[in-house]
């Protein structure tokens, strides 16, 4: 995409970003510009299915995209201008959905002016970033002479919200927008820490659970069975080292697409396994931040998504793969269940 003006800067929906510890991954373009009040969305509207939040929950209202613009990014103002046309298009795909739409904008065509709201602004609407677009006259032409105010729907806006990529996790929220699974894995440790400790003091003073009660009862309460979360060094040698045991750590970071686009594929593979008796541990390492940088480096990954595996508590290999199935990840694994050495040419990062 590119445009005439010179005062508008166009990025695509990832940024391509390198780190000190971990290269080759992406950020959402929300993350990239980092701070911003106002987003002008032209192509969708998130704020459908807004639910209204009690004084009780939460004081902010409306969807998990919008709160989230706001909390991280400073964005309290939010417009669509997604038409109602625009919306038949999208519904009812090109097909179906051109005869309903075309009527829809003569119907709106033959009503009255005298009739109609005009749009305008709030005061002080995007004072920063849409206030800019206004002076530098980056506004909306219409092509349509007989009612600017009446949008119809174009071909190519279609193709362009339909084929937005969008967020792998299954919640279908466009990438490039905050997602609610991207949360501070710093926080995560602290809490799961706080959550062991309270275990021992439990089983200290009441006879309650033990270590490895409570790390089965927070395992039970995460939403994946099949892989179990490992957060910094520390948990890496509670759940792999000191226990000695042999498994795959799929090693991501929450800011890459490529790892949110295989995720499922890693969960059907641990859940295979499962079904057939396999003791293997498979586990997912977050690489973000400063904690998932030092196990990163202690892991030797340099880019992600990688798979570090290990045997009897002792890292066996590590393959890097942008897709699954994998026929290296799958030598590997058959590798390391046999007892075999491993094989260093698994490690070439070529795609399978």
């Not at 909390?71 to 046309?85: E, F, N, P």
């Not at 829809?104 to 602004?121: G, H, L, R």
């Not at 439990?202 to 995460?222: C, F, I, P, V, Y």
């Amino acid at each position: 995409m590119k445009t005439k003006n010179k005062n508008v800067s166009v990025l695509k929906p990832a940024v391509e970003v390198e780190t000190e510890e971990l290269i080759d991954t992406e950020v959402g373009f929300a993350n990239a510009i980092c701070q911003f009040d106002s987003l002008v969305d032209t192509i969708a509207n998130e704020r459908k299915g807004v639910i209204q939040l009690t004084s009780d929950n939460l004081s902010e209202s409306g969807s998990s995209v919008l709160q989230l613009l706001q909390s991280r990014h400073g964005c309290d103002k939010y417009i669509s201008t997604l038409t109602q046309s625009q919306q038949m298009i999208k519904k009812d795909g090109v097909l179906f959905g051109p005869g309903k739409a075309n009527s829809y904008v003569k119907d709106m065509e033959s009503i009255s002016t005298s009739k109609c709201i005009p749009i305008v602004p709030s005061s002080g609407f995007g004072s920063s970033t849409l206030q800019v677009l206004l002076e530098n006259n980056v506004i909306y032409s219409s092509k349509n002479t007989k009612s600017p105010s009446v949008r119809g729907w174009e071909l190519k806006d279609f193709w362009e919200e339909t084929s937005w990529p969008r967020d792998s996790s299954g919640t279908g929220i466009r990438y490039g927008l905050p997602v609610e699974e991207e949360e501070d894995l710093d926080e995560q440790f602290r809490l799961q820490q706080m959550y062991l400790q309270s275990s021992k003091t439990k089983l200290g003073t009441e006879g309650g659970m033990d270590d490895q009660e409570a790390k089965k009862q927070t395992r039970a309460d995460d939403t994946n069975p099949y892989v179990e979360p490992i957060i910094g060094t520390e948990g890496l040698a509670e759940t792999i080292i000191s226990p000695q045991r042999s498994g795959v750590v799929f090693v991501a970071m929450r800011s890459c697409r490529t790892c949110k686009g295989i995720n499922p594929q890693f969960t059907r593979i641990a859940r295979d396994k499962d079904t057939v008796g396999s003791t293997l541990l498979f586990a997912k390492a977050d690489a973000s931040g400063a904690v998932g940088k030092a196990l990163g480096k202690q892991l030797g990954v340099v880019a992600v998504p990688s798979f570090v595996l290990f045997r009897n508590g002792v890292r066996f290999g590590a393959v890097s793969t942008s897709k699954l199935p994998s026929d290296r990840l799958n030598r590997a694994i058959m590798l390391l269940e046999s007892g075999e050495d491993f094989d260093s040419s698994l490690e070439e990062e070529d795609d399978d």
